[in-house]
Structures are given as C-alpha cells and as structure tokens.
C-alpha cells in the first residue's frame, strides 16, 4: 500500500510539473516575427530579473502566446473586415460590426486566461509588473504626475484616480498597436479630469502651478 502511495504522489507530482512547462506557440510563424515577440516578452522577465531561469522561460513563453494570440485574433477580425467590404450597406455594416464583436468576446475570454497563466508562476506584485511592462508603465507615471500637480488630492480621490488607470490597463494590455494602448488610457485620463473638475479643481490653475514648481526644480514635464 505504501509503495502504490508513493508512486502515485510521484506521478501526481510529475504530471503538475508538465502541467506547468509552457511551451511556445510559435508553429507555422515566421521565424523573424518569433524572434521580436521574444525580445518583447523578455522585457518582462528582464522587469522581474528571471530572464534565462526555469521561470523566466515559462513566464517569457505565456507573455510570447499572448502577443500571438493578440495577433491572431487581430488578424481575422481585418481579414472579416475586408471581405466585408465587398456587400453592400446594411450587409457591410452587420458583417463589421459581427467582427468586431466577435474580437471583443475573444479578446475577453482569453485575457483571463493570460493572467491564470501568469499566476501559476507569479504572485500578484510581479503580475502587476508584467501589466505595467505590457503597457509601458503609463499607470505609475500617470498617477504619480496626477499626485505631483494636485498635492492636495483627498484620499479617496487618489484611490478612485488609480482604480481607473487600472482599469483601462486592462484593456490597453490588449490593444492592437502602442497608438491604441495610449488612446485606451486617453480615454480614462479624460474621465479623470473630468471626475477632478466635478470635485472642484481648476485643472488650468493646477497644471500651471505644477510647471512652475517643475521648473523650480529644474525639471522638464
């Protein structure tokens, strides 16, 4: 009994370890396009300094798979596109926007999917740095400029503030092109300014007197 025990808790034991080798998803692209998916997903494992290891491969491929699949799902949806624009009127505008839906709902299941993913391997912190790699930091930086021109910003106004450039992170991680991902968060900065604006702030005055003590410091905005 105790050796039947043992060897299933070792092929238990092995079949998790699989379960959690990712490969890469790279059969049937071009080989050039491999290579700077890869330089990009290693900008992430470079973030979180495990380039090269066991988990940095792992975490690097499920980066790569996404940008893949960001890709393929983008593709098919210009590919619907285009073969809508040989039907005529109402034809061409239900074929459009069935492809664009039909993008949105891929786009929505396999996000979460990314991020089970990422969490056999990551604990929350680090995937808060995969996010941030993904779309150029724009949260912190935004956040702490906000912070830097209004200083006098309630608490609740900083937590509402930085629960929509999270929110609008996870949508720009899944733009198509950086152009998207810094219209995505335009967006939720213009929902911001005008959340301030409700609260009472002069954004004008703000942003005025924020040039001025950046200045000071001998600083650029």
Request: aromatic fraction near 8%; hydrophobic fraction near 35%.
């Amino acid at each position: 009994m105790k050796k039947v025990l043992i060897i299933f808790v070792s092929l238990f034991a092995a079949g998790a370890l699989s379960a959690q080798n990712i490969p890469l998803d790279e059969a049937g692209r071009d080989a050039e396009y491999v290579k700077n998916i890869l330089k990009r997903a290693e900008k992430v494992t470079n973030e979180l300094n495990i380039t090269g290891t066991d988990k940095g491969i792992q975490v690097r491929n499920i980066v790569a798979n996404r940008y893949f699949v960001l890709n393929d799902i983008y593709t098919e949806r210009d590919s619907l596109k285009k073969a809508a624009s040989t039907l005529t009127r109402e034809a061409k505008q239900k074929a459009i926007e069935d492809a664009e839906n039909s993008k949105d709902k891929k786009l929505y299941r396999s996000h979460f999917g990314f991020l089970a993913n990422l969490s056999l391997f990551l604990n929350d912190t680090e995937i808060e740095k995969v996010k941030d790699v993904m779309t150029y930091n724009v949260v912190n930086v935004t956040y702490k400029a906000q912070l830097d021109m209004i200083p006098t910003l309630k608490e609740e106004e900083k937590t509402q503030i930085l629960a929509w450039l999270k929110e609008a992170r996870e949508y720009a991680i899944d733009a198509e092109s950086s152009k998207k991902k810094h219209e995505t968060f335009g967006k939720y900065k213009g929902r911001i300014n005008n959340y301030l604006s409700k609260r009472g702030y002069n954004l004008t005055k703000e942003r005025e007197e924020w040039k001025k003590r950046v200045e000071a410091r001998g600083e650029k905005l």
